[in-house]
């Protein structure tokens, strides 16, 4: 069973950049499809992004798509959210998810393993 840890929140402003982490141990990441969902207060846990095995495999929510980029180390056992041009509508906890298989999916339900989320703050 895989674990997961996010890393890499915190509080930037308007028009800048973070970078999240997510590290898996108990488990190899490559047998893994992730993704990244997020949720800000009194909202819905939201998809932000998921990449398969296969780069071709990459979606995006429409709201960050152009901004964001997903990516994986399957050789560090990680993955990576790059979030540019933020915006005070991204402040949200950010959470790392994955599903045994190859195909990255925009549900949520169809992900079996979960990280405890990190903080994401976009200040005006």
């Known amino acids: 069973q895989v674990q997961l840890v996010e890393s890499g929140g915190g509080l930037v402003q308007a028009g800048g950049s973070l970078r999240l982490s997510c590290a898996a141990s108990?488990?190899?990441?490559?047998?893994?499809?992730m993704a990244w969902f997020r949720q800000a207060p009194g909202k819905e846990r939201e998809f932000v992004a998921a990449r398969g095995w296969s780069v071709l495999n990459t979606y995006y929510a429409d709201s960050v798509k152009g901004r964001f980029t997903i990516s994986r180390d399957n050789a560090k056992n990680a993955v990576y959210l790059e979030m540019n041009s933020l915006k005070p509508e991204d402040t949200a906890v950010y959470y790392c998810?994955?599903?045994?298989?190859?195909?990255?999916?925009?549900?949520?339900?169809?992900?079996?393993?979960w990280g405890q989320g990190t903080q994401v703050t976009v200040s005006s």
């Open positions: 108990g488990g190899t990441l490559g047998n893994y499809a």
């Open positions: 998810a994955a599903r045994p298989g190859r195909i990255g999916v925009p549900e949520k339900d169809e992900y079996d393993y």
